[in-house]
């Protein structure tokens, strides 16, 4: 499929300059270009990072207006306000997110892995997590990613090569956290973070989809996706160790999302 929407090149621009000029200062101080102290950049990474998180939204915002004036970018604001997503939405991506989390986190024990502790202090504050998460933690990337440009990609080039573009697109935007001391990217393979945005662009379309094409189903599923990470932790918080869950994590999804996209086109 492809159509005569045009590459969202503005809109990309923006969300790299936005989110990379912001964690600059924090690479910079991190190999000691910039002195910075260690009390001073640990009171200032997690605000600066969740600033950066922010790329994607200006740069769907200053591409709207650019393009079509102010009164798009309030009604494109206006449209995350509907939670209206229908129960599927909100259930099926506890059920894939949530068994594909638990058999990345699980079944390394089987083989004689130690037990990853969960990150959270309490399994009772799940949902203030969950709720910091859609916010804060990740969510609102999805003002831009799916909220903005996948439909467009889509239009022009249909579920795969749109979900595959973007999903690449979205793992080069982290590149800059793997040289922040303390972020997950640290502990993870780069090649197999691009399999997991891919395969998690392929289910997020497909979840937007079924809402609706309500926006705020992205917001909801990354944060969903994210907190469980804090309940089933996927990685180990070490450098130079197996990441054996990272990668069943990465494979699963990207084959969960391979095999919607699938079912999508068939029933087409």
Wanted: proline letters at 5%; a positive charge; hydrophobic letters at 55%.
């Amino acid at each position: 499929m492809e159509s005569n929407a045009r590459f969202p090149y503005r809109f990309f621009v923006i969300t790299f300059i936005w989110s990379w000029i912001i964690w600059t200062p924090l690479i910079l101080g991190n190999f000691g270009i910039i002195p910075v102290s260690d009390k001073l950049m640990s009171i200032l990474k997690m605000p600066v990072l969740m600033l950066g998180v922010f790329g994607p939204l200006a740069g769907a915002l200053f591409t709207l207006y650019k393009e079509k004036g102010k009164g798009s970018s309030r009604k494109y604001l206006r449209s995350f306000f509907d939670f209206n997503l229908g129960w599927r939405t909100y259930v099926f991506p506890i059920i894939i997110f949530g068994g594909s989390t638990f058999i990345a986190w699980f079944s390394p024990e089987l083989f004689g892995e130690k037990r990853l502790s969960m990150l959270l202090p309490s399994i009772w504050v799940f949902i203030p997590c969950l709720l910091f998460m859609i916010i804060l933690g990740g969510g609102q990337e999805e003002f831009g990613w799916r909220g903005y440009a996948l439909p467009i990609l889509e239009s022009k080039f249909g579920l795969w090569f749109a979900n595959i573009i973007l999903g690449i697109i979205w793992a080069f935007w982290h590149l800059p956290l793997w040289f922040i001391a303390g972020t997950s990217q640290t502990y993870m393979n780069f090649g197999g973070f691009i399999l997991l945005m891919v395969g998690y662009s392929f289910i997020l379309s497909w979840l937007l989809k079924i809402s609706g094409n309500r926006p705020f189903s992205g917001l909801y599923v990354h944060g969903l996706f994210n907190a469980l990470i804090s309940l089933m932790p996927t990685f180990i918080m070490q450098k130079n160790v197996p990441q054996t869950r990272f990668w069943i994590w990465a494979i699963l999804t990207l084959l969960i999302g391979i095999s919607i996209t699938i079912l999508r086109k068939r029933n087409r």
